[in-house]
């Protein structure tokens, strides 16, 4: 079976989509085209029903994506094996990680790891944590650095190095500003700018608030850290923020709560082979462990 036309079958089957499929591999459409029609002459199946420009996957295509999954991941864990045997750490590294780590975490970690490792070709994807978890888990992605779950199910396996103080700020004219100390209650009067309602972040915050039986007025929300501190800055509501986001622009707000931390580490697959790569890269992680 051609390894490039199952690569082609996941592409499609997780877009619905040839054109978007085409655009992720850097291909034409007529190419996925020809590749899908390939694939379902040589198992004599049909895995995708043509409707209109619209593609839905088969009940045949449904059986194969799983086991298109496992053949792909078992390849790419030989090859890594095989390359390990060189003791080289090149070749590529496929990482997933959040906006907020990305932009605050990562930059010194990539730098050394670029200058130490020139050989290695990085493949850097910007998801949301809980997207990357399933980037993960299904092999597209060999390392993810994000927020953790309160519970990562094997095979997956999650590995603390931050923990990241959550404080509640406001901008310096707000009304709660010139309130101190403030309770829950009272903050759940006011408007609100959450993250994301299926963000890890957000259910550390909503907890506190479920835990007294309160309901904050969430106004708007998004997973991004930064469109949140600047919303929260012109005075549109309060939030949720690291506390290293804290500027001239934020003041945080007396709250009488326990101290709200979020864990911040990387996730592997355990039962895929690591790359030399990616081995070399968790050493680097965890000697900046606990770093702020």
């Not at 078992?74 to 959040?98: C, I």
Request: hydrophobic letters at 45%.
């Amino acid at each position: 079976m051609d390894l490039t036309h199952l690569n082609t079958f996941v592409a499609a089957a997780e877009q619905l989509s040839f054109s978007l499929a085409a655009e992720q591999l850097h291909v034409t459409q007529p190419a996925v085209s020809k590749r899908i029609s390939a694939l379902e002459q040589q198992l004599g199946v049909r895995l995708f029903d043509r409707i209109n420009r619209d593609i839905l996957l088969t009940d045949a295509g449904k059986a194969l994506l799983p086991r298109a999954y496992r053949l792909i991941n078992e390849l790419k864990d030989t090859q890594r094996a095989l390359h390990n045997l060189e003791h080289q750490v090149s070749g590529s590294l496929s990482l997933a990680t959040s906006h907020h780590i990305g932009l605050h975490r990562l930059p010194p970690i990539l730098r050394e790891f670029t200058r130490r490792y020139p050989e290695v070709q990085l493949d850097i994807r910007f998801l949301d944590s809980e997207v990357a978890y399933e980037e993960v888990l299904q092999g597209r992605c060999e390392l993810a650095i994000i927020t953790l779950s309160p519970h990562t199910l094997p095979p997956l396996a999650a590995h603390l190095l931050w923990n990241d103080e959550l404080v509640f700020v406001a901008a310096k004219d707000h009304p709660l500003a010139e309130q101190a100390p403030l309770t829950l209650s009272e903050l759940a009067s006011h408007p609100a700018i959450f993250p994301g309602s299926h963000t890890f972040t957000q259910k550390i915050a909503q907890q506190l608030f479920d835990q007294q039986g309160l309901v904050p007025c969430i106004s708007m929300s998004t997973n991004y850290m930064e469109t949140i501190k600047m919303m929260v800055s012109i005075g549109l509501a309060w939030s949720v923020l690291p506390k290293t986001m804290l500027d001239t622009e934020l003041i945080q707000l007396d709250v009488q709560t326990p101290s709200l931390l979020r864990p911040l580490g990387y996730i592997q697959h355990q039962q895929r082979t690591a790359s030399n790569a990616v081995n070399a890269f968790i050493d680097i992680l965890h000697s900046y462990k606990n770093a702020e």
